[in-house]
């Protein structure tokens, strides 16, 4: 088919260009909220909800990590929102159970036990399906875009782009597969 046709059909790049934004988003995923190793930014993208609104903890205080077992917030500049950072660290679903002394928030990170390995895991799974999902309906919608052309181009041409469009989703399953499968060896070894 003649690239020219193509494109008043459809934009393919556009469509890899969405299919690779799900796998992006789920490498982020992945290592924001899915590892046993702790750093400073593992908290960083929790919410913390004050009286001026919700922020990033990272906008509100100073993270650092003391140890592989101690991170430390420090509040220095918005010791108002002591309370409500603390708050949210305990609620962010992450097992964590801060302490506050003053304007500094100690925040003691659990050693990781095999269950929790295993729940991460299981989360990572769960993460993949939904990118899975997110992926199938760039997909349809690329492919609905192709059969608005079924009465101006020939039906080899509609399906040769249906076969394109399919290839790319399945190479990008591929690629989700290939990430699942290595974050699940990093996490149970």
Avoid: C, Y
Wanted: overall charge positive; glycine content about 4%; cysteine-free.
């Amino acid at each position: 088919i003649s690239a020219a046709l193509v494109e008043d059909i459809i934009n393919l790049e556009e469509t890899n260009e969405d299919m690779q934004a799900v796998i992006e988003a789920l490498k982020e995923d992945f290592s924001r909220n899915i590892s046993v190793r702790t750093s400073p930014g593992a908290l960083d993208h929790i919410s913390v909800v004050t009286k001026d609104g919700k922020f990033p903890l990272n906008q509100l205080g100073q993270i650092s990590q003391k140890s592989p077992q101690l991170i430390i917030v420090n509040m220095t500049n918005f010791p108002e929102s002591t309370a409500a950072a603390m708050k949210a660290i305990r609620e962010s679903g992450m097992n964590l159970n801060p302490e506050v002394d003053g304007t500094v928030i100690r925040v003691p990170v659990p050693k990781v036990t095999r269950e929790h390995r295993e729940s991460l895991a299981k989360l990572a799974k769960q993460s993949t399906n939904k990118s899975k999902e997110a992926l199938r309906k760039v997909r349809s919608k690329s492919i609905s875009q192709v059969k608005k052309f079924k009465s101006k181009v020939s039906e080899d041409t509609i399906w040769l782009l249906e076969k394109q469009i399919q290839q790319m989703a399945d190479e990008a399953v591929a690629e989700m597969d290939k990430l699942l499968a290595a974050k699940t060896k990093e996490l149970l070894g």
